[in-house]
């Protein structure tokens, strides 16, 4: 892997740069003649007949006779339901993302993710926007020194995979110049080893083109800084994984500590290829299908759960008693326990956000900018999931509506972020709203002047109240005139009567 030009001040970083690529370049002669662990064809062996699972892969028949598939109707429901929301897609994210999330976990149908995930990532949007572009890409020669570099790679990537058997097939052909393409789009990138099973996966699901803005968005969106020379956004990750993991999984984080076993070990080849040399092919998919739609947050999780299945417990460290031993104890995981349901319900229930994911990355950050003072200036800003990179295309598409002869969206939804006020003006603020408070105070009391008297009450303050009956104006029938009726017989009706 070139090394970059770097300052005098990064010099110190420059043997860990190289260590990192040592240890990813290691990783490869791994797995030189098997690119894919996930591959049910290097767990079984190549049979002398040839005989493909469903997959594409040689060999594959009695893992795939053994595995549990989905009911008929199950499948043909989810391939509703995903039809439906991709025939409005632009709807469907801008007001039911939750529910794209929640059957991402559940899998996409096979027979749809050459239509979901370029849709997902943003891929379809990009080359809507730039027709004929890759095609330009493809006609141009490129550079000596990457085709080179490349063809050498090529014969590595899925090697029991049909389409990658013969050298002059249609799928390293196509291979070829996709990774070429690449390095014409993004020259000062270049071509990064890891991106060949990256690319070869793609190439595996979808056309040519959507396979190379796919690989740009996940390089530029998703992991922005992975596949470039400093590969400085992967020793960052490395940090934030081991402090998580000392969260999640203290056991095994100690052990880790103890054996001197850095992050860039293992952390390397599983994020820098997205588990696809690592886990089975099922699993692979169901993890890129949670990623396109989640982000990274997935790969730590997926990371975190292979740590603790392979290193927390007791019973599994008690073989572990060195650095080797420790590695090949995270690259022998039983095949049982990385089943696509049961692994993916493990992962999901990993209690890892995206906040939790920028708050670690700030201290990491921070702590190793104090070593390299210019550690990090290249860093791209990576959106957390599939709606991010959707509202963003859409702020794009408003900016520079019908660019590349498309008309413009017409569910523009943006999520609207209102940045708090500075300290100064939330004062100004609380000023002017006491100032206008006392101003309306003033004006009712002026109002109140104003108001003419309405009829004024007795003053009864210091005033007798008298109780008495009611004087009788007339004697009782029966009587003769100026004769005293008796006590019984006048109209004794008590009254209030009021002297002023």
Not at 42 to 54: K, S
Request: aromatic share 8%.
């Amino acid at each position: 892997m070139a090394t970059s030009t770097m300052s005098s001040a990064d010099s110190s970083s420059h043997s860990t740069l190289e260590d990192l690529s040592d240890a990813f370049s290691l990783a490869l002669e791994h797995h030189e003649d098997s690119s894919s662990l996930g591959s049910d064809s290097e767990f079984n062996g190549v049979p002398p007949y040839r005989q493909t699972d469903r997959y594409g892969f040689i060999g594959g028949g009695s893992a795939q006779n053994a595995q549990v598939l989905p009911p008929l109707e199950l499948l043909r429901r989810r391939e509703s339901k995903w039809l439906d929301m991709t025939a409005h897609w632009d709807k469907t994210m801008a007001r039911r993302y939750k529910k794209v999330k929640v059957l991402c976990r559940k899998g996409i149908p096979s027979s749809l993710r050459a239509r979901c995930w370029p849709l997902l990532c943003g891929a379809q949007a990009i080359m809507d926007r730039n027709p004929g572009k890759y095609q330009e890409l493809e006609e141009a020669p490129g550079t000596q020194q990457w085709l080179e570099t490349i063809e050498k790679d090529i014969h590595r990537q899925f090697p029991f995979h049909e389409m990658f058997l013969s050298p002059e097939g249609h799928g390293q052909r196509g291979l070829l110049q996709l990774l070429k393409a690449y390095t014409v789009y993004r020259p000062q990138e270049g071509y990064c080893q890891a991106q060949g099973p990256i690319a070869a996966m793609l190439l595996m699901h979808m056309p040519a083109e959507q396979a190379f803005w796919c690989l740009v968005q996940i390089s530029e969106r998703y992991l922005p800084g992975y596949y470039s020379p400093e590969m400085e956004a992967v020793l960052l990750d490395g940090e934030v994984f081991m402090a998580l993991l000392r969260r999640v999984c203290h056991r095994a984080y100690k052990h880790l500590q103890k054996h001197n076993v850095g992050p860039m070990l293992f952390v390397t080849e599983w994020f820098l290829c997205l588990f696809c040399r690592t886990l089975p092919f099922p699993t692979v998919l169901r993890i890129w299908d949670a990623f396109f739609s989640e982000g990274v947050k997935v790969l730590f999780r997926v990371g975190l759960v292979l740590v603790r299945l392979a290193l927390g417990s007791g019973e599994k460290l008690q073989d572990c008693v060195g650095v080797v031993e420790t590695l090949e104890k995270l690259r022998n995981i039983p095949p049982e326990q990385l089943q696509e349901d049961a692994f993916m319900a493990e992962v999901h229930d990993m209690a890892v956000s995206h906040r939790d994911l920028e708050r670690q990355c700030q201290v990491k950050l921070k702590k190793l900018r104090k070593d390299w003072p210019n550690f990090g200036q290249r860093l791209g800003q990576r959106l957390p999931n599939a709606k991010a990179i959707f509202d963003e295309q859409q702020l794009e598409e408003v900016r520079c509506p019908g660019k590349g002869g498309q008309t413009a969206s017409p569910f523009l939804i943006p999520e609207i972020v209102v940045d708090p006020p500075p300290r100064e003006q939330r004062c100004l603020e609380r000023e002017r709203l006491k100032e206008q408070r006392q101003l309306e105070q003033e004006a009712k009391k002026q109002e109140r002047k104003k108001k003419p008297p309405g009829r004024k009450k007795p003053d009864t303050r210091g005033k007798t109240f008298h109780m008495g009956q009611r004087p009788t104006s007339s004697l009782v029938q029966g009587h003769e005139e100026g004769e005293q009726p008796s006590h019984a017989r006048r109209k004794s009706t008590p009254y209030l009567e009021t002297y002023f």
